[in-house]
């Protein structure tokens, strides 16, 4: 499908579940210092031919503008005429979306992440046990144990692409970047921003939990 198939009303939905989750998401103080971007696919998946739209890149995410967003292709190119730039981490984007055929990506920095990212550095994964929100991945299995990857927080962010396709794992829809924040996505808006409001409940479950237990 080329970007000229995608209707009209199929954009507009798209912005308009971005501004919607971005209003929510600035309210939970999770786009601190202009951090933090979101997109969502428009029109019909074919890994050799996507469209998305994501935020610009180094605005402030807790105010609307009408340049907030715009349209870019697989390789995070700009379908349209604009000067606004796509987020610096739109490569990201495109490799998940590659991947996984998803609807949706969302991506913030937290403390809770952000410090989970470096505690288990060491093993490249945070270990997860029985938590009851791992169900909000679909994995329903009883005392469910779960790995959440965690990849290499490059300045160069094309270098951290090989990681994210190294180490994506299909039943898990997030990945860590180092010291750096939570990518989540889902087949679309509503199902990742639950899968990342679960990340971000485990995140810090498994912070106090490793706080009380004084590990290390
Ligand atoms: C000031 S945060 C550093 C960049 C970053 O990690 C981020 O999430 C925001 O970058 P963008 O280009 O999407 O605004
Ligand atoms: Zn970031």
Known sequence: MTFEQITTEQKQKALADLREVKELFASRGWFPG???NLSVRVGDFDPEQFHFAITASGK????????????V?????????TKLKP??????HC???RQTGAGAIFHVHTVFNSVISEWFWDRKSVPVD????IKAFNIWD??????IPIVSNFANIPQIVPEVTERLQPEI???LLRKHGIYAWGANPFEAKRHLEAFEFIFEYVYRWELLNGRK
Not at 73 to 81: F, H, L, Q, R, S
Not at 130 to 133: A, D, K, P, R, Y
């Open 60 to 71: 402030d995410k807790t105010v609307h503008t009408p340049e907030d967003y715009l349209f």
């Open 130 to 133: 029985g938590v009851e929100l």
């Open 73 to 81: 292709d697989k390789e995070g190119k700009a379908v349209e005429a």
């Open 142 to 147: 009883e005392e469910a144990h779960i790995d």
């Open 34 to 36: 202009t951090s933090g």
């Open 173 to 175: 829809p997030g990945i």
């Open 87 to 92: 987020s610096a981490e739109t490569l990201i």
């Open 95 to 97: 490799e998940i979306y």
